[in-house]
């Protein structure tokens, strides 16, 4: 089998009202997304999503007539070019949508296929009041979620911690709660000083009172030595690695023992294969894995299929902050995911990764 065509489709869809993240100081007006479609030899095309691949056409010819199957070598691959541009794991997760197709079987399966299911957190996006946070706890419990991730912000840490506080009281104490603090990376032009470690010890001591299950990302990446400091001595779970870049940089991490819950998103991270790598690694060493996921559904289901495959946990991240951000804004190319009625998020049984393209939606979204 032979890789004979690789094509990139550009999406965008408009979003009205805009949606604010908390680690973005700029509103989005449009949601931007990259379809990635492998086509072989004998018929079979893969899809895949996640980082938007700018410049990956320069790079286009090194995979061109190789074997999808040799996903190591594609990885190397990947990692060569990885150095040098952009983060192109989507590819990667296309190629292993052709491998479960090939094989009959979920992408699951060929990661161990440990779970077909997994609890889902609604991770929060946006800076609510306190009384807002709080109904939007008590909406994702009504729909069956068991936790959800409030994110706070480094310049608005009272109002935060009062959003953490409200939601605790809304929803009681059997509910998980997380806080995000987004301090291991920026985003473009942000050049904020971060917050100081003792600054972040006390904000932490705070969330540890509310019964806060994890601190994500409370430092930046440099700072393992801190991340190791509050965990000591405050005694709250510290978790990271969502955008680490480089498998070496993660199994530094995961060696100097930083955390409890690795992080890595393997549609913009370090892949699927290596993430594989990264969660036997944590396991072995009394430590959790469950992936970042912010980008749409195929990314989502990129890191549902490694995850299960694993046995991750204690959750799969779940992108949701109704009314700004649904299933259907995320997935506006296929058919969206969602939880059952028990929280959970179901690994589709179909070969490979099981998503369901709509190409009306991408011919209509395509810029």
Excluded at 65 to 87: A, S
Excluded at 168 to 178: H, I, K, P, Q, T
Excluded at 226 to 255: C, D, F, K, P, Y
């Amino acid at each position: 089998m032979r890789i004979t065509a690789i094509r990139l489709t550009r999406l965008s869809l408009p979003l009205d009202p805009p949606f604010h993240a908390a680690w973005d100081p700029t509103p989005r007006t449009s949601f931007p997304a990259t379809l990635v479609e492998v086509e072989t030899d004998e018929g079979i095309t893969g899809v895949g999503s996640g980082d938007t691949m700018d410049g990956f056409e320069a790079f286009e010819s090194l995979f061109l007539g190789t074997d999808p199957l040799q996903i190591l070598n594609q990885v190397r691959r990947i990692e060569t070019i990885n150095f040098h541009g952009g983060r192109y794991w989507p590819l990667e997760a296309a190629l292993w949508d052709i491998i479960g197709q090939v094989t009959g079987v979920p992408v699951s399966t060929l990661f161990g296929g440990a779970r077909d299911r997994l609890p889902a957190y609604a991770s929060s996006g946006e800076l609510l009041s306190p009384g807002a946070r709080a109904e939007s706890a008590l909406a994702a419990r009504e729909l069956g979620f068991k936790a959800m991730k409030i994110r706070i912000a480094r310049n608005r840490l009272t109002e935060g911690i009062s959003a953490v506080r409200a939601a605790r009281e809304a929803v009681g104490d059997d509910f998980d709660l997380m806080v995000d603090l987004n301090q291991m990376w920026r985003m473009s032009g942000d050049i904020d000083a971060a917050l100081p470690l003792a600054k972040v010890q006390r904000v932490a001591a705070e969330l540890h009172d509310l019964g806060v299950l994890w601190l994500e990302e409370p430092l930046p990446q440099v700072d393992v030595a801190g991340a190791q400091r509050v965990r000591a001595q405050v005694g709250i779970q510290i978790s990271g690695g969502e955008m680490v870049r480089s498998i070496g940089e993660m199994m530094t991490l995961v060696e100097s023992d930083a955390f409890d819950i690795y992080q890595p998103d393997v549609v913009l991270a370090v892949g699927m294969y290596r993430a594989r790598q990264v969660a036997e690694c944590a396991n072995l060493r009394h430590r959790q894995f469950t992936p970042h996921t912010w980008s749409n559904g195929l990314g989502l289901l990129a890191n549902l299929h490694v995850a299960a495959g694993v046995d991750a946990g204690p959750y799969i991240e779940f992108p949701f902050d109704p009314p700004g951000w649904t299933p259907e804004r995320r997935d506006f190319f296929m058919a969206p995911l969602m939880i059952d009625e028990h929280g959970d998020l179901l690994v589709p049984q179909h070969p490979g990764l099981g998503a369901q393209i709509d190409y009306d939606a991408v011919r209509r979204y395509t810029v």
